[in-house]
C-alpha cells in the first residue's frame, strides 16, 4: 500500500507562482510512476504532468507546457509540481497519483494510476 500525503497550495494571483509537494511512503519510491492531476468544478479530471520512475520521462499537459514543471526527489520520497505564471484556468484541487511501474515511460490515464493523494485547491485570481 502507498500512502501519497500533499502539502501546497493555496490562493495566489494570477501571474504568480506556486509548489505543490507529495511526499510517498510504503513502497520503493523509485518503483513509482507518478504524475499530477486536477480537477476543475464540473470538469473531468485532467492529466497535468506525468513523471516515469526513474524521472527520465516526463509528459505535460498542452496547457501547461513551459509553465509547470514536475519533478522527484529519490532522498526524499517526495513529488513536486513547481507552477509558474499561474492563470485563472489553471483553479482546480489538484492530486498527486502514483502507480508501480517497470517502464521507461510514464502515463498520463488516470484510471491507470492506483493510489491517489488528498487533493489540494489551488486558486489563481485574476
Known amino acids: 500500500q502507498v500512502q501519497l500525503v500533499q502539502s501546497g497550495g493555496g490562493l495566489v494571483q494570477a501571474g504568480g507562482s506556486l509548489r505543490l509537494s507529495c511526499t510517498a511512503s510504503?513502497?520503493?519510491?523509485?518503483?513509482?510512476?507518478m504524475g499530477w492531476f486536477r480537477q476543475a468544478p464540473g470538469k473531468d479530471r485532467e492529466s497535468v504532468a506525468v513523471?516515469?520512475?526513474?524521472?527520465?520521462?516526463?509528459t505535460y499537459a498542452d496547457s501547461v507546457k513551459g509553465r509547470f514543471t514536475i519533478s522527484r526527489d529519490y532522498a526524499k520520497n517526495t513529488l513536486y509540481l513547481q507552477m509558474n505564471s499561474l492563470k485563472p484556468e489553471d483553479t482546480a484541487v489538484y492530486y498527486c497519483?502514483?502507480?508501480?511501474?517497470?517502464?521507461?515511460?510514464?502515463?498520463?490515464?488516470?484510471?491507470?494510476?492506483?493510489?491517489w493523494g488528498q487533493g489540494t485547491q489551488v486558486t489563481v485570481s485574476s
Open positions: 497519483a502514483a502507480r508501480p511501474s517497470v517502464s521507461p515511460m510514464a502515463t498520463r490515464t488516470s484510471p491507470a494510476y492506483d493510489y
Open positions: 510504503g513502497r520503493t519510491f523509485s518503483s513509482l510512476a
Open positions: 513523471i516515469s520512475r526513474n524521472g527520465g520521462s516526463t
